[in-house]
């Protein structure tokens, strides 16, 4: 795998890890990967993904079973977690539920032994950056999820370590909660400028904290982008599928030109495509396309690709209707629908001419 | 709420009290049905606890004896001053008293009541005995006297006096150590017959002793068993589990064949030749403790554990990350959390050793014997239920009151067994 970022500017670098925890199955297969200084990137897949394994071994609480973790130009297996100066936010909080929310942020500060008054004080700062200074006397389990996580996190960064990482830190909460909570981290890593690696099986989440997203599967970590390019240019099928919806015909490769390639569905319909690496001429793909891209277009517009499709269902969904129709090939598509004033209402089982552009259809592979 | 308004101020007062009659109504069915489910039990228990608990602390300060077999004396005593000998009249009813205690063969049982006061007096019950059969009338006073001087004792007299009353605090005062003498003045035994509060502090020092011993042995096994993977501490809860499949006594039987002079351990012990001769293991404090210690093992492990079951391991990695070595993380995280469940343990295995005596009785030597095998033998052998009462009735003030006192430190709402 290629390395977008280079060994210089490399803060956290993995280079060709494995872990296996029965000396069968490989958990994380031969992972390589480079995090900038002050990077906020986000290991995204589902459970079982190897993501969390991941941030384990960089915690020092597994032990790669080949393959190097350098932090900072040193390489940091054969160190304890203590001896590693990495905050972690844990996915329950991990608050001790005996001590004070004060004691609980002054932990780290008392394990390396600073003096009371410099912890005290360090201590309120921390606290007041997360808004909870005037909580430092009360118990954990005094306080609501949302408060626990603005501790746990307080407590992460009060040792000013250079690297943050946080395993699911906001899985708890409720929709709302989360998403304010987002934004603040966003914010505090953005005001501290450390390190934060983040992992998570939300997807919007990963899209709107990070600077770049590498999704795992299998162990394998499928590509590594930011959001934007992750979204519109996913690298193969399981990343398109996996984040955002996704519209999924599969055909045929019969011919490229350029980044272009013409790909034949089951009816014999041909629709033209970009392109990518993942899938070849001659091979079996599957075309990758965005609700929102889909246009109900009657042919002889700017768009490449026109086909009809019989209306199957309606679901309203307040600021968009989403509308799920079945083409000729067979295949189902849906079609994002903006709610404004305007917007044109289908009866089911009636034919609407569909439309969308080459390069928002992608030809990926088959898997 | 909008009728109620119409019908005036009075409206939600008398719709509230019907509110609650009718919640009262709905509620009393499922009242009575869940009580019926509690019923059997809570019958059961009072019957075979709280009533013989009762009776115990009654029988500890009940003091019928003399009053039922001797009602004249105790009468006629009444009118004593308690200055000198009393006159014929109290003798007269004494010797009416003894006739009648003859014929029924309870002199004996009176003359041992008195005994425990004054010694030698059941000896002296029974001549007197003796001299009523022989027949013959008064003045029974110089009689008496004649047959033995101490009749004529006043303090005798008080103390007659006294045990005619229904309670008595002799039981009690015993069971500390303490006596009243004639005059009511309550006084320390004599060295020599003060053996019981050196017999409540060696009960509690050995279940101190068993305590500490499932605590340092157990805490690891709890650990363990909440750290392992499913499959292997299902086997470990087994092997813990396992010695409740046997009984005490046979427990306690094999480690005597396990640890006396020609056993096992010593045979060991001699062909590595650590030893030289035989040592003793058994029959003294250290095989007392030893074999209680391994009986209460489970009672201080299981509510450990089930504590530490509760710990995420998330809290230890935490630490860790936090800049604490395992060590410190252990100490300053895990091992705070764990005291609710350690406190548990071993209030139930101190509880539990406090009221031991099989295994003491069976292991330990003379001075290993704890409060129930005294319990055991005022019941058994002296047939002075009196003392088993009062000693048992303090055993069990002792207990509620180190409860009150670890309340008070620990906080009792603060244990988890489970």
């Known amino acids: 795998m290629k390395l977008p970022v280079s060994a210089s500017e490399s803060f956290v670098e993995f280079a060709g890890v494995q872990k296996s925890y029965d000396g069968e199955v490989l958990v994380v297969k031969d992972l390589s990967l480079r995090i900038r200084r002050g990077e906020f990137l986000t290991m995204l897949g589902p459970s079982g993904s190897g993501k969390t394994t991941t941030l384990m071994m960089l915690a020092g609480f597994e032990t790669p079973t080949s393959g190097d973790i350098m932090l900072d130009g040193a390489r940091i297996d054969s160190l304890p977690p203590e001896k590693r100066n990495i905050g972690m936010v844990f996915q329950n909080y991990a608050l001790f539920p005996h001590m004070s929310v004060a004691q609980n942020v002054g932990y780290p500060l008392k394990v390396r032994g600073r003096p009371k008054a410099e912890i005290t004080e360090r201590v309120a700062k921390a606290l007041d950056m997360v808004h909870l200074g005037s909580f430092a006397a009360r118990m954990p389990g005094q306080l609501s999820g949302g408060q626990q996580q603005r501790v746990a996190l307080a407590r992460a960064l009060v040792f000013e370590p250079k690297l943050v990482l946080m395993d699911e830190p906001l899985g708890a909460l409720d929709k709302q909660l989360r998403e304010h909570m987002q934004m603040e981290i966003r914010h505090l890593h953005e005001r501290l400028g450390i390190t934060v690696v983040y992992v998570t099986h939300d997807q919007s989440e990963a899209l709107t904290m990070s600077d770049r997203v590498a999704v795992f599967n299998a162990g394998i970590i499928q590509q590594v982008a930011p959001p934007a390019e992750l979204y519109e240019s996913p690298a193969n099928s399981f990343v398109a599928q996996f984040i955002g919806e996704n519209n999924r015909l599969p055909g045929r490769i019969e011919a490229a030109n350029g980044t272009l390639c013409s790909v034949v569905l089951a009816n014999g319909d041909v629709v033209t495509a970009t392109l990518t690496d993942a899938a070849r001429v001659g091979e079996e793909c599957l075309l990758s396309i965005r609700p929102e891209r889909v246009k109900i277009a009657p042919p002889g517009g700017p768009l490449d690709n026109h086909f009809e499709a019989v209306v199957a269902e309606m679901i309203y969904l307040g600021d968009h209707v989403r509308v799920r129709c079945v083409l000729d090939s067979g295949a189902d598509m849906v079609v994002k629908i903006g709610n404004v004033e305007d917007r044109p209402v289908f009866a089911v089982g009636s034919r609407i001419p569909l439309g969308w552009r080459a390069q928002d259809c992608r030809a990926l592979d088959a898997a | ?418």
């Open chain 2, 1 to 418: 709420m909008a009728v109620t308004a119409l019908e005036g101020d009075a409206g939600p007062d008398v719709d509230r009290t019907s509110l609650k009659t009718k919640l009262r109504r709905a509620e009393r069915v499922n009242r009575v049905r869940s009580f019926s489910l509690v019923a059997p039990l809570l019958l059961f228990v009072l019957a075979v606890f709280a009533l013989p608990i009762g009776l115990m602390l009654v029988r500890s300060v009940e003091n019928t004896e003399v009053r039922e077999t001797m009602p004249r004396t105790i009468a006629a005593l009444d009118g004593w001053d308690g200055q000198a000998t009393p006159g014929e009249d109290v003798f007269a009813a004494f010797a009416e008293d003894l006739v009648q205690t003859q014929k029924e063969r309870t002199t004996a049982l009176v003359g041992k009541r008195i005994n425990y006061e004054v010694p030698g007096a059941r000896s002296r019950f029974l001549k007197a005995g003796r001299l009523i059969d022989a027949g013959g009338g008064g003045p029974w006073g110089e009689k008496f006297i004649a047959s033995d001087p101490e009749w004529g004792s006043v303090e005798f007299w008080a103390i007659m006096k006294r045990a005619g009353n229904t309670l008595t605090p002799y039981y009690l005062l015993t069971s500390l150590d303490l006596r009243q003498d004639a005059e009511g003045a309550i006084s320390r035994n004599a060295p020599d017959q003060s053996i019981f509060i050196d017999i409540f502090i060696r009960t509690i020092w050995i279940s101190l002793l068993v305590t500490l011993a499932t605590l340092v042995l157990g805490y690891p096994v709890a650990h363990l068993l909440a750290i392992l993977p499913p499959a292997r501490a299902n086997v470990l809860m087994i092997l813990v589990l396992l010695p409740f499949t046997t009984s005490i006594l046979v427990r306690t039987t094999a480690w005597i064949v396990l640890l006396q002079s020609n056993g096992v351990l010593n045979d060991i012990l001699l062909a590595l030749n650590l030893t030289t001769e035989r040592v003793q293991l058994i029959f003294n404090r250290f095989g007392t403790v030893l074999a209680m210690t391994h009986i209460q093992l489970p009672f201080t492990i299981l509510p450990i554990y089930s504590v530490m079951k509760s710990i995420p391991a998330s809290h230890l990695r935490a630490a860790r990350s936090l800049g604490a070595g395992p060590l410190t993380a252990f100490v300053s995280v895990y091992m705070p959390q764990t005291l609710p469940g350690v406190g548990a343990g071993c209030l139930l295995t101190f509880i539990l050793s406090l009221g031991y005596y099989i295994t003491p009785a069976l292991v330990g030597g003379p001075q290993d014997q704890m409060v129930s095998y005294f319990v055991a033998l005022y019941t058994n052998r002296e047939m002075n239920w009196g003392q088993a009462s009062a000693l048992g009735a303090i055993l069990l003030l002792i207990t509620l009151a180190l409860y009150a006192l670890f309340n008070r430190v620990v906080g009792i709402d603060k244990v988890k067994l489970g």
